[in-house]
């Protein structure tokens, strides 16, 4: 791409489509900057931004330049945050899945994939199906704005090709890619879900990938078999289901037998597309696989997953913008961060951007709890503890969060620290005792090993935190053991980027302030080793 091969033809320059009335500090030049390199031809423009600094009105403003851009974010919720800022008074349409749009056939509370295909028809012949209204309208604006998940499944399964290429993919919260393309890859063989399936059989142990792809490929065409057998049944229990009244009882049983098949249909027909992209890519890359047992040890599941996703990245995601933004408030490192997706190292260019909080509102205090790593951190837990009550203590009137890293800190701290204070979750109530806690104004302290992102706790949401352990990713994975010995810049990167992360949880805006803790004895040690990749902005709060 040369300098003439610009991605907008606007006779307006990008700060013209700023969405606010005025600049923050470093916002117009940020504009600027990142509308001279896309001019100029530039494929991949990365930007680090501080959390707070108004990245989402950068991303906008380039994509109303662009006036043909995708805009994507990693969560619903930062979905909801453009949609409150932007969609209404800007030209930004954001699509979500099926299940966020209500049925107009079956009515409130049923959601769009809870309606069935005949009734489909009906209501797109009409034009009355919210989902699909909000698809094509998506479809044709200046800016699409999804999160990763919905794109990537959505082009994936777009025989019409709704979402082609354009001038420009913008891509926020671009840390989370790689994580995002690694979910939408992996896959896992679990005898739980296969029974659940209607396909009876033992998943064996074998010694190694090529075992296991011999396997997959004996099995393959059952699958396919007993998938189109699933489809078969649906249309049957659907064209029952047209024929009777929507208030029967009975119209409500058919209705969960059609909800339960479709939810075993869509998971058989993602599980086969991605054993197919295994058998097809096995030569290509590496794969590695890690077996595990369910909770109550009855079922064996066996995880696959490529060793990285570069290979990958440009056909499931960069390919759909001809020139490209990535934006996170960690970065960190441009070059582990093209590695990582495969981008073209010499044809991007990283623009880091400095924080406008003062580093006195926002310090970052290191204890003399103790050493957590594996040979240590038995001796040192009783000692978390301790620290934990006198934070309690100190912090008595303010809310606060503790990032655990791992279920076993967050257990042991709970089974040995009783403050009534603290809140404790599971995967399962995670979003239940977010929900207590954000709405309470107790101080509350939530005590978590899953909150490092996607999460606001602006003000007194949380004044105090606590960093119980240096975030390294778990090497018990086979995936990031390898990578880690391929890479181990890789390895240090992500735990750069995680430490960063979970900092950012409390401190939103230029007038927030608050107090972080690092309890890890080995985080001093950690961060000198890679202060060449941490920002500046995070170093001058220590």
């Known amino acids: 791409m040369n300098k003439f091969d610009i991605v907008t033809d606007q006779p307006d320059g990008m ?120 698809k094509m309208r998506t479809a044709a604006s200046p800016v699409a704005l999804m999160n990763y998940s919905y794109f990537l499944n959505v082009v994936d399964c777009d025989p019409q090709q709704i979402f082609r290429e354009r001038k420009l993919l913008i ?25 659940r399936l209607g396909y009876h059989v033992n998943v064996p142990t074998l010694k190694n990938v090529e075992q296991y792809s011999v396997w997959i490929k004996e099995h393959l065409h059952n699958l396919q078999t007993t998938l189109k057998r699933l489809y078969a049944d649906l249309a049957d229990v659907n064209r029952h289901r047209m024929s009777l009244s929507r208030t029967s009882n009975e119209f409500k049983q058919v209705s969960k037998d059609a909800t339960e098949l479709t939810s075993r249909a869509q998971e058989l027909d993602r599980l086969v597309r991605r054993m197919n992209t295994f058998i097809q890519t096995l030569n290509s890359i590496e794969w590695v696989f890690s077996i595990e047992k369910t909770e109550k040890k009855k079922f064996k599941r066996v995880v696959f997953r490529p060793l990285t996703v570069d290979f990958f990245a440009n056909d499931a995601l960069l390919k759909f913008g001809k020139q490209r933004i990535y934006m996170s408030a960690t970065i960190l490192d441009q070059k582990s961060f093209c590695k990582s997706l495969g981008i073209n190292h010499d044809n991007s260019v990283f623009l880091r951007v400095p924080s406008t909080f003062p580093p006195k509102n926002r310090r970052i205090i290191f204890t003399d709890t103790g050493y957590m790593n594996l040979k240590q951190i038995e001796a040192t837990l009783p000692h978390i503890v301790t620290d934990v009550n006198k934070a309690l203590e100190y912090h008595k009137e303010e809310k606060g969060l503790i990032h655990c890293n791992s279920y076993k800190i967050a257990n042991y701290i709970e089974n040995n620290c009783w403050d009534d204070r603290l809140l404790f979750h599971t995967s399962a109530d995670r979003e239940q005792v977010l929900k207590r806690f954000m709405e309470s104004i107790e101080p509350l302290v939530l005590v978590s090993p899953s909150m490092t992102e996607g999460l606001d706790l602006k003000g007194d949401l949380a004044r105090w935190e606590i ?24 390895y240090n990167w992500q735990t750069a980027l995680k430490l960063v992360q979970s900092y950012g949880r409390i401190f939103r805006a230029e007038d927030d302030w608050g107090t972080a803790y690092i309890f890890d004895k080995g985080a001093q040690n950690f961060i000198y080793r890679n202060k060449s990749i941490l920002p500046q902005w995070f170093l001058d709060a220590m």
Not at 171 to 195: G, P, R, V, W, Y
Not at 479 to 485: F, L, T, Y
Request: aromatic share 12%; hydrophobic share 35%; glycine share 6%.
């Open 15 to 134: 700060t013209k489509f700023f969405p606010f009335p005025e600049f923050r500090k470093y916002q117009r030049e940020t504009v600027e900057d990142v509308e001279k390199h896309l001019t100029q031809g530039v494929e991949n423009v990365i930007v680090e931004m501080p959390t707070g600094s108004g990245k989402s009105a950068i991303a906008v403003s380039a994509g109303l330049w662009s006036n043909h851009a995708y805009c994507l974010t990693s969560q619903k919720i930062l979905q909801d945050q453009y949609i409150r800022d932007f969609a209404e008074e800007h030209n930004v349409s954001v699509l979500k899945g099926r299940g966020n749009y209500e049925c107009t056939f079956l009515g409130n509370p049923a959601k769009c994939d809870e309606c069935y295909t005949p009734a489909r028809k009906e209501c797109y012949a009409e034009g009355l199906c919210l989902y699909k209204n909000a």
């Open 171 to 195: 891509c926020d919260e671009a840390h989370s890619i790689e994580t995002e393309l690694m979910n939408q890859i992996e896959f896992l063989l679990s005898e739980f879900l296969l029974k």
């Open 467 to 490: 960093i119980v352990k240096i975030p390294y990713p778990y090497l018990g994975d086979k995936q990031i053991a390898k990578r880690m010995e391929m890479d181990p810049d890789w």
